[in-house]
């Protein structure tokens, strides 16, 4: 199924919901630092003013509760804006990975049927490009970080969204082997352009392009069957003791305790 991939993260389901979180904080602790990376850092009441210009910016172009919206950065001011932002508009935060492959990267973007993508510029151009090759079909709207997503953000104020405590906000992607673009990728001939990041890196010398990627990756690649274990144990291991402890209470306000074992 399209969602069988993905982990959702019910984030309503407390006493609060995101946006009464984010009300409170900039009510109650306004000048705390509440992000910080290597650009700068925001207080709560700057980065809730964000993201809710981050969520009336969303509504504005057509994003309605329930709707996907992908978010592809790294760590920092943008990630966290742009994530709270989406939830404060009612709409499903999907982070994508930046260290996906162009395949893994366009299986994310059209499983979770983002309209909107956010981006910061260092991997903007990489859904822009899927974009301009059709790889990304359901994407109406691209938003890269710099002058036009200033442009994007709307008014510093409440969204005025009702969401239900029952709404998802958040869709994760696992970061393993078990996601549908891993294992294509694992199935691929590592000769093959499938293969993504390990076309062509073999394990050694002569290993058969045609081979899987998943094969390169195994302990010994160069057998693929007949590996079992030859002359099973037929020994035993018998481990006998007797152990003895000895305590002395209490006396003269020392208490010793001795134990052996052979």
């Known amino acids: 199924s399209a969602v069988s ?26 000048l705390v630092p ?4 290597e650009s700068g850092r925001l207080n709560h009441r700057q980065l809730v003013d964000r ?4 969520a009336n910016g969303l509504i504005a172009i057509g994003v309605r509760p329930g709707d996907t919206v992908g978010i592809l950065c790294g760590n920092g001011i943008f990630s966290a804006e742009s994530i709270l932002g989406a939830m404060a508009a009612g709409a499903i935060a999907v982070p994508l ?18 309209r909107v993508v956010l981006a910061d510029r260092e991997f903007g151009p990489a859904v822009q490009e899927l974009i301009g090759d059709g790889g ?24 005025g969204v009702a969401v239900s405590e029952g709404a998802p906000a958040l869709s994760l992607y696992p970061g393993g082997t078990t996601g549908a673009a ?9 000769g093959a352009a499938a293969a993504g990041r390990f076309q062509n890196k073999l394990p050694y010398g002569g290993f058969p392009l045609g081979s899987t990627v998943a094969q390169s990756l195994r302990p010994f690649p160069q057998f ?9 144990p037929q020994g035993r291991t018998w481990y006998d003791s007797l152990q003895a402890k000895v305590t002395q209470r209490v006396w003269h306000g020392l208490e010793a305790q001795y134990a052996f074992t052979w």
Not at 25 to 30: A, F, G, S, Y
Not at 146 to 158: D, L, N, Q, T, V
Not at 182 to 190: P, V
Request: aromatic fraction near 10%; proline fraction near 4%.
């Open 182 to 190: 891993d294992r294509a990728i694992l199935r691929a001939t590592i």
């Open 34 to 37: 509440a992000v910080v990376d």
């Open 97 to 114: 990975s930046w260290r996906w492959s162009r395949l893994e990267l366009e299986h994310g973007l059209n499983d979770s049927r983002a």
């Open 136 to 159: 990304a079909l359901a994407v109406s709207h691209l938003v890269v970080e710099g002058p036009a997503y200033e442009s994007f953000i709307g008014p510093a104020s409440w969204p």
């Open 224 to 232: 693929s069957s007949g590996l079992g274990a030859l002359w099973a």
């Open 5 to 30: 991939d993905r982990l959702f993260v019910y984030s309503w389901a407390g006493v609060l919901t995101i946006l009464e979180v984010l009300r409170r904080n900039r009510t109650r602790r306004p």
């Open 51 to 54: 993201a809710w210009g981050v």
